[in-house]
């Protein structure tokens, strides 16, 4: 006889359900006898139902975790949740100890905050490879730095880093001090009724900062383009590119549609997809017109996309070498895009928002600032080499904000097809193949073992001696551009930035927090503080509500 609907139907029920726990246990027997903790998750991170319910579920999990006791089986939640690695800080390792395994169904993972395990995990590149199934998603132009392992991230990595030198270093302190100037005057026209915007302005003056040292195209803080050729059509690129940027998690999911006709595509999302059109049409004409100069040995322009093109084209002369094809360089014209974005503008959004709650921080560092820059008010005669390398305060002061909020607080690795032996504390332990090994950084830069009983306190003096000289961590214990071959190739160009930044608005501008009706200073230090914490992942960490936390900018004498 024929089963019938229903039998089908509790069979399929069955086995939906069965198969889970087949798996997660599975996972937990190839780790179980490996020496360390394992924890049971009942979803994975990336689990496509827990993404959706994890809002809700998360809190009441949290709840029963704090509990204790048998309770403690909801510990996975200062894992499993989105921002739990952020939230959890030091604690979930608390529990468990600086090295064990969570399994899900859909995952094994190996997290670790012991420094000497980080720093040999982020040094090993190809025994501990980035997971190109979970960086696939990025290739949205073409195949590019970050996506690679192997063979193909050695070609894209020694293309595309030359360009980031000491030139460019100094383009990026030029424009990035313009930048800034003009965003301090506009903040400080608004004190009387205080400045909402910092993140989004920060944003505007990170993609500007981009847009002149990748592609030598200036455009003034208020948005007109100073350009002398193409000015529209680079007007509207860059507004494109700025849409893309500021929502990127929709802009790739997007991307998945790109093949499908605009009628095909629900019109919340066409915005984007026009969006994602536009930036790709213009990153490939942009590369024909260069090469075309390229080709004509056209005098040398300083800014990154021509570096590259001669780059990528000079390694295609070398003997056997294959350089980049016009889809991988827009592929990488877009990632470091990407990459070079969110990172800083976000480091600059949480610490005005820090700086604004604290003076005694503010005269510090403007105390250096003066001292360095004297008397000197016009910011085009800043000096970048003379200057740039004497302002180690505001340098610490991006140190301490990165080492708390930075933009990226795990590294993923994974070990692939292989067996990989690894060295923890004292033993040799093979990890299986598939297995997902973050270098959970939120807690290293947090373990009160390693910063001091004030380790979740902000205090930019802790990174100078008292000669003021930078003090330097064990490898593998503060990791914010990660280290190793995968080193983030931006970290200097992001550094000029945040320091040319800071430099300008502290010189003269001092900052406080916007006051509620009736609200004390401490009240609002207390709610500031809260706008802060309440953060979340999406590409980067970024504050929920940034526009909660409001600041009064004034000129200082
Ligand atoms: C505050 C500023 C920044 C921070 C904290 C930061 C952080 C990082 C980190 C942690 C990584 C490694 C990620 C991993 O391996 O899993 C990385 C890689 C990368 N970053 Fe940055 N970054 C910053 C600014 C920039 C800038 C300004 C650019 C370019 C203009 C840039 C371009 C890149 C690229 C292309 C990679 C991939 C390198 C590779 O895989 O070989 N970053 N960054």
Redesign the pocket.
């Known amino acids: 006889m024929a089963p019938g609907v229903f039998t089908i139907g509790v069979s399929l029920i069955i086995a939906l359900l069965i198969r889970p726990v087949f798996l997660l246990t599975q996972n937990y027997l190839r780790v179980r006898n490996l020496g360390f903790p394992v924890v049971i998750s009942p979803f994975g991170r990336r689990n496509a139902f827990w993404l959706i319910v994890q809002r809700s579920l998360a809190p009441i999990f949290i709840r029963l975790s704090s509990i204790g006791g048998p309770f403690s089986i909801f510990n996975f939640i200062h894992y499993s949740a989105n921002t739990s690695f952020f939230h959890s800080r030091y604690f979930l390792h608390k529990w468990y100890g600086p090295v064990f395994f969570i399994v899900s169904p859909g995952a094994t993972q190996l997290l670790i905050a012991d420094a000497p395990t980080a720093d040999e995990v982020q040094t090993r590149r190809k025994d501990f490879v980035?997971n190109e199934a979970m960086y696939g998603p990025l290739n949205v132009y073409g195949r590019n730095?970050?996506t690679q392992n192997g063979e193909g991230?050695a070609r894209h990595?020694r293309i595309?880093t030359p360009p980031f030198n000491e030139r460019n270093s100094s383009l990026v302190w030029k424009e990035s001090l313009l930048q800034a100037n003009d965003m301090l005057k506009s903040w400080v026209a608004m004190s009387d009724s205080g400045v909402y915007t910092v993140a989004n302005d920060s944003m505007t003056l990170a993609l500007n900062v981009?847009m002149a040292a990748?592609f030598g195209k200036r455009f003034e803080f208020g948005g007109s383009t100073k350009g002398e050729q193409n000015e529209d059509a680079m007007a509207s690129y860059r507004a494109a590119l700025g849409m893309v940027l500021k929502n990127l998690t929709k802009a790739i999911i997007t991307s998945k549609l790109m093949k499908f006709p605009a009628w095909a595509i629900p019109k919340q999302w066409l915005e984007m997809k026009n969006a994602l059109d536009e930036v790709g049409t213009f990153m490939h004409k942009l590369v024909e017109d260069e090469r075309a100069g390229v080709n004509e040995k056209s005098p040398e322009r300083d800014n990154l996309m021509s570096a590259l093109l001669r780059a990528s084209d000079n390694e295609a002369m070398g003997k056997g070498k294959i350089g980049l094809s016009d889809d991988e360089i827009v592929g990488n014209l877009f990632?470091?895009n990407v990459?070079?974005h969110d990172?800083?503008s976000n480091?600059i959004a949480y610490v005005v928002t820090l700086l604004s709650t604290d003076t005694s921080v503010q005269e510090w560092l403007r105390e250096e600032i003066r001292s360095v820059l004297g008397e000197e008010e016009d910011v085009e005669k800043w000096d970048y080499e003379k200057d740039f390398p004497r302002l180690k305060r505001c340098l610490a002061l991006?140190y301490e904000t990165?080492r708390l909020y930075?933009?990226?607080f795990y590294?993923?690795r994974y070990t692939a097809e292989s067996y990989q032996t690894l060295s923890i504390q004292g033993k040799e332990v093979i990890i299986p193949p598939r297995v997902h090994v973050f270098v959970n950084s939120a807690t290293l830069h947090t373990l009160t073992s390693y910063w001091g009983a004030d380790s979740a306190e902000w205090r930019p003096s802790r990174w100078l001696d008292e000669n003021e000289e930078f003090l330097q961590p064990p490898p593998g214990m503060f990791?914010?551009?990660?280290h190793g071959p995968?080193v983030?190739?931006?970290?200097k160009?992001?550094q000029v930035?945040?320091v040319a930044v800071i430099a300008r608005l502290l010189k003269n501008g001092k900052v406080r927090p916007k006051l509620n009706a009736n609200e004390k200073i401490e009240d609002a230090i207390v709610r500031i503080n809260e706008v802060i914490l309440d953060s979340a992942l999406d590409v980067t960490l970024n504050m929920n509500h940034p526009e909660k936390a409001p600041v009064v900018w004034e000129t200082v004498a």
């Open positions: 980035k730095v970050v991230w990595r595309t981009l990748g990632i470091y990459a070079g990172t800083t480091t991006m990165l930075g933009p990226v590294l993923p990791n914010p551009w990660t995968r983030c190739p931006g970290k160009f992001g930035e945040f």
